[in-house]
């Protein structure tokens, strides 16, 4: 009975050693009586220890890398790296159609200011590159005079009355001329049409 | 008034051989215009010399010196007109005008030489201006020599676009009085 009362006392006094379940070698030290030096963390110290190195460290290392990624895009050749860029496999990956369904045209047209793109644009070489003749030439002048007012602009700018008298006797001469080239042809009967113009005029005719 | 078919027609014939009527019409201007000056001309002259020395000069249709002057003339006339433009005060009228056989620019040379040989279509009752009628290209004894050739050249088709031009007009009259 007293042998048991002095075992209690004892383990009271010095507890057995507690073993780490994974490390059952490493024994955990006990806590000792609660006292005023609870709150320190005895790793704190080494913990602003290594914060002390690992700050600086970090900044440096930063540093470097800026340096380094500087350095590197400023040795770096774009335009050799855009030639060897294949931009047809690179745009046959993209979904144009997709792409473009996600545009939103109007709000982009929206924010193009057009006379600031127009004032930088330089019309002349683009001009220089229409072929205006070609384009006249597939107006149909009578059509548009007869549809349009701009009919009344020719009569009246260039309708005078001697225009029109010598309208009328070319008009008429060139009817005359025909006639008896019609009676002569019948009278004398030529084995071979006769050519209309000369060769040249022929020529540009064809060619206009 | 011409209608629409016929004009379209005329604006086809641009470039074409010239048929007799317009250059017969056309030198009958020439030789009015070119009589006219002549006379004008004249007179003139017989004015600056009635101011100057006070004699009176009269010119006879027979007198050999105005007669071989209005030949010179009519050389100059024609010759010029040729040679600088193509066409006469006539020609032009008719809108005709001379252009070497091929159809290019008569060369002022070519010019001057169908001045000179004009004349000779005016031998054996003019049978050299038969070729107008009868030869395949219209062309004159002169012309053959001069290696020449006239073609109609006015501007048929602003004359298209002036007859539209006119028919638009009256069509809008119509429709407003109407």
New interface residues.
């Given amino acids: 009975m007293r042998q048991a009362g002095l075992t209690a006392v004892f383990a009271l006094l010095d507890p057995p050693p507690v073993r780490s379940a994974s490390h059952p070698w490493r024994v955990i030290a006990p806590d000792l009586v609660p006292g005023h030096t609870d709150c320190v963390n005895p790793r704190d110290r080494l913990r602003a220890v290594s914060r002390r190195v690992t700050d600086p460290a970090e900044t440096l290392a930063q540093e470097a890398t800026e340096r380094v990624i500087d350095l590197v895009v400023n040795a770096l050749d774009v335009n050799e790296l855009a030639a060897r860029i294949d931009l047809n496999a690179l745009l046959s990956r993209v979904d144009v159609d997709a792409l473009l369904k996600k545009l939103d045209v109007d709000a982009l047209l929206d924010q193009v200011d057009l006379n600031a793109l127009l004032a930088r644009v330089d019309l002349k070489p683009v001009l220089d590159r229409v072929d205006v003749n070609d384009i006249v030439q597939q107006i149909d002048m009578a059509a548009l005079v007869e549809k349009t007012d701009l009919g009344a602009v020719i009569a009246s700018s260039t309708g005078g009355m001697t225009s029109e008298a010598l309208d009328a006797v070319r008009s008429g001469a060139v009817g005359l001329d025909k006639f008896v080239d019609r009676w002569v042809r019948r009278v004398i009967r030529p084995k071979q049409p006769w050519p209309a113009a000369p060769a040249a005029l022929l020529t540009a005719q064809a060619e206009s | 008034m011409?209608t629409p078919a016929?004009?379209d027609a005329?604006v086809s014939?641009?470039?074409?051989?010239?048929?007799?009527?317009?250059r017969f019409?056309a030198y009958s201007i020439d030789l009015v215009v070119s009589t006219a000056v002549f006379a004008l001309a004249l007179a003139a002259i017989s004015w600056g010399v009635r101011i100057i020395t006070g004699h009176d000069v009269s010119w006879n249709r027979s007198n050999i010196v105005v007669a071989v002057i209005f030949v010179i003339w009519q050389f100059v006339y024609f010759g010029y007109c040729w040679a600088v433009s193509g066409r006469t005060p006539g020609m032009a009228?008719?809108?005709i005008r001379v252009?070497?056989?091929?159809?290019?620019i008569l060369p002022p040379k070519q010019a001057i030489l169908r001045s000179l040989v004009f004349p000779l279509s005016f031998l054996l009752f003019g049978l050299g201006f038969i070729g107008i009628?009868?030869q395949?290209?219209h062309r004159a004894l002169h012309d053959l020599i001069a290696g020449s050739?006239v073609?109609?050249s006015?501007d048929?088709?602003?004359?298209?676009?002036?007859?539209?031009?006119?028919?638009?007009?009256l069509a809008?009259a119509d429709i407003t009085s109407g």
């Avoid at chain 2, 048929?156 to 007009?169: G, P, T």
């Fill in positions: 011409s016929r004009q005329l014939y641009q470039g074409h051989y010239a048929g007799a009527v317009s019409a009228m008719l809108g252009v070497r056989a091929d159809g290019t009628l009868v395949h290209e050739a073609v109609y006015w048929a088709r602003a004359a298209h676009l002036r007859f539209l031009a006119r028919q638009a007009e809008e």
